[in-house]
Structure formats: C-alpha cells, structure tokens
C-alpha cells in the first residue's frame, strides 16, 4: 500500500509554538522533490513533547498542505492504547491516509501484549496501521514471528523497521504477505533493506535531501544497481552527520542551515554542539545543500 520515500517531517517551532507557515512550505518543498509520502508527528516531528492539542493540528495542517497529492501516514503511536487509539481516530477523521504507530515504550509489553495492542487499534479505529519497531527507544523487539501473526490483522499493512537487524528483517519479509510493506527505519540501510525485499524507506534525511533519497530508491526499483549504489555511497556521510546526535537535533540543525526553518527545538533535547554543528555545515557544503 505504500512504498518509496516517505519523509519522516520535522516539526518547526517559533517562538514556542508550531510553526504552520513552515509546515506548509517544507511540505510544498518535499512534494516538488518527488517524494512518495509524508509522515508528521513521528520521532523526527518530536511527538513526545507535542501537547495532544498540537500532535492533532499538525496532522491536520499536513494533510491541507498535501492536499492529496501525497499520502500522509500520520504519526500516533503511544505506549497507552487507549490514547493510541484516540490518535489515530483523529488522523483519520483528518484525512490522512494512515497511521504509524511506534510499538509501545517503557511498558515493555510482551509479543502477546504488542499483538494485542495493534489487534485493539486496528479493531477500534479500522484504519491502515504502519507498525513501528524501533528496539533502542522502546525497549522491546518486535520478533519476525510476532511480525507475522500482525499482519494476518485486517489493518495492518506495514512495518517501519528500525531494529538494525538485516536478518530480521530479511525473516519478517520471508514470513509476511507480499503485500505487506517493510519500510527501513534507518536511512543508511535502504539501499540493503530494499535489497532484500523491502518496499521503500519512512526517511530522516529526506527533510533536508529529498530529491536524492527519491533517486536511490527509484534508481533500484528501475533496476539501475550501479546507480542506486553510487547514490547511497554518495549519501553514507550525509547520513552519518545527520544522526550523529539524538534524531531529530542534527535534521533540524540541517533544515536550519537551509534557510528552510528554526533550529528551535525542546526539551530535553538542545540544538547541536558547535563542533558537530560546523561538521554538519561542511558535510552539508560538500554534497551540495549550501
């Protein structure tokens, strides 16, 4: 259902407050660019310390400023399912296309537990829902098997998987219909998840690099390895720089160094350190982007 490059947004601040303007020309930006999708309120949008009332307002100013153009895979995820499932009735009733929601955090439920979680979103919302496994900020691994007795749910049409794991990730794809989507997590390992079976990439470095994350994956898909891999080999350092820090900190000081948003970020993160900052401008300065 959905595939490509799906542009995991920032969300920029001014002044303390979401700032609507900028959502709406970073989104015009990424639609120029050729991207296949749009992904707010995710860990790369600072989900965690938006305020129910701003997670809802920018999904909705996401899905106006699309426009339809693009699917919006709204961002929803809690480690509450009731809240979770409060979320994503409001994405839908939004417009938005989707719904990717992170496997629940600091709980540390187990495979039973995230079965039964998904299993009550998609019965109370009957909406598309994009799995996330992301072990480093949960706590917990979505297991291969795990993966695959979700996707026998109705609603569930995908993973983004982030676990670092190829061979993980090769089982899920082994063991999980063709038409459920797996989705890289982790912007350097497109290139060997798409390899592998994988369907596209819900992407960090798309904020600041759209166009070439669209060509890598579209020169695979098109057959053109030589193509794809120089285009990922070109990217590795951009990559690097832009997680070289707690995401979203470097991808903003980047959108910044464009003159695309503020850096303005909350806390508990800051903006970058100076000294990875001057190495984020010359990376930057380097492919292209300055």
């Known amino acids: 259902m959905f595939e490509g490059v799906l542009t995991a947004l920032i969300t920029p601040f001014r002044d303390g407050a979401v700032d609507e303007r900028a959502i709406h020309e970073l989104v015009e930006r990424q639609i120029t660019a050729g991207v296949d999708g749009l ?15 701003e997670h809802r307002r920018v999904v909705e100013v996401v899905v106006a400023a699309a426009r339809g153009r693009v699917p919006v895979i709204a961002g929803t995820g809690s480690n509450s399912t009731s809240e979770a499932v409060e979320l994503t009735r409001h994405a839908k009733e939004a417009g938005a296309d989707g719904a990717l929601l992170i496997s629940p955090y600091y709980n540390k439920p187990t495979q039973d537990g995230i079965v039964a979680h998904y299993a009550e979103i998609a019965q109370r919302t009957a909406f598309p829902l994009i799995a996330y496994n992301i072990p480093a900020r949960t706590a917990s691994n979505i297991e291969p098997a795990t993966m695959a007795r979700l996707a026998e749910l109705q609603q569930m049409v995908g993973v983004k998987e982030a676990c670092g794991d190829l061979h993980q990730i090769s089982e899920v794809i082994a ?62 350092p951009l990559f690097d720089v832009l997680f070289c820090e707690t995401n979203p900190i470097p991808v903003k000081a980047a959108v910044a160094l464009r003159g695309l948003a503020s850096d303005e970020i909350r806390l508990p993160l800051t903006r970058l350190s100076e000294p990875k900052r001057e190495r984020l401008q010359l990376v930057m300065k380097e492919f292209g982007l300055l």
Not at 39 to 53: D, I, K, Q, R, W
Not at 185 to 192: I, V, W
Not at 198 to 227: H, K, W, Y
């Open 39 to 53: 992904v707010p309120c995710g860990s790369t949008g600072e989900s965690a310390t938006l305020s129910h009332p």
């Open 175 to 236: 063991r999980c219909p063709d038409d459920f989507c797996v989705l890289s997590g982790d912007d350097a390992l497109t290139l060997p998840i798409l390899a592998v079976g994988g369907d596209g990439v819900i992407c960090t470095t798309s904020n600041v690099a759209p166009s070439q994350m669209v060509e890598l994956v579209r020169a695979f898909r098109a057959g053109d390895l030589a193509r794809a891999r120089a285009v990922h080999q070109k990217l590795l």
